[in-house]
């Protein structure tokens, strides 16, 4: 039996001049998804962005103090667009704070990413802050698309978490 799967609602928030705030339910447990979010296999399977992109790097080295390396791919033209950061807090499977900064759009500085996996009644609710070092900055993340691309990863998200 094939079951139809509804997109969950994503949830985007301003709440200061650098930060952005997105909140996505998943109908999986935070051990789960928390897993989906650091495992490499796992990864590969869902944040991909728009259809037609891949992600032929993702390198992790889970631990404070760790980097980690993603390098996507525009399939059709084989344009890349890269991300690096350095993992400050890692509090299995509830709480996840890093650095990024992409190899041509972060002129100004590393963004601070703060994940929360918490859970209530089997379903996890992910809210992801990230803290730009300008508004400038957030407000480009914004204008490339950052938060629409998220959306369309996380719904692929609910197909794997449905698979594992």
């Known amino acids: ?3 139809m799967k509804a997109k969950a609602p994503v949830e985007v928030t301003t709440p200061s001049d650098r ?3 997105v909140v996505r339910k998943f109908n999986a447990p935070k051990a789960l998804v928390f897993d989906a979010f650091v495992k490499p296999e796992l990864i590969k399977r869902w944040l991909l962005g728009p259809d037609g992109w891949s992600l032929p790097v ?3 080295d889970l631990r404070v ?5 993603y390098v996507w791919r525009e399939d059709a033209t084989g344009t ?3 991300l690096s950061g350095e993992y400050r ?4 499977p509830d709480r996840i704070v890093h650095t ?3 190899d041509d759009y972060s002129p100004e500085g590393e963004a601070v990413i703060t994940t929360l ?3 209530k009644d089997g379903k996890t609710v992910v809210e992801m802050s990230m803290l730009f070092p300008s508004k400038t900055a957030r407000d480009g993340g914004i204008a490339n698309g950052m938060t629409d691309g998220m959306a369309i990863s996380y719904d692929r998200l609910d197909e794997v978490l449905l698979a594992i």
């Not at 103090?65 to 390396?69: C, Q």
């Open 1 to 3: 039996m094939t079951m």
């Open 19 to 21: 930060e952005v705030v």
């Open 58 to 60: 993702c390198t992790i």
């Open 65 to 69: 103090g760790g980097k980690f390396r």
């Open 80 to 82: 890349e667009m890269g």
């Open 89 to 92: 807090a890692i509090e299995p």
């Open 100 to 102: 990024e900064t992409f």
């Open 117 to 119: 996996f918490r859970e």
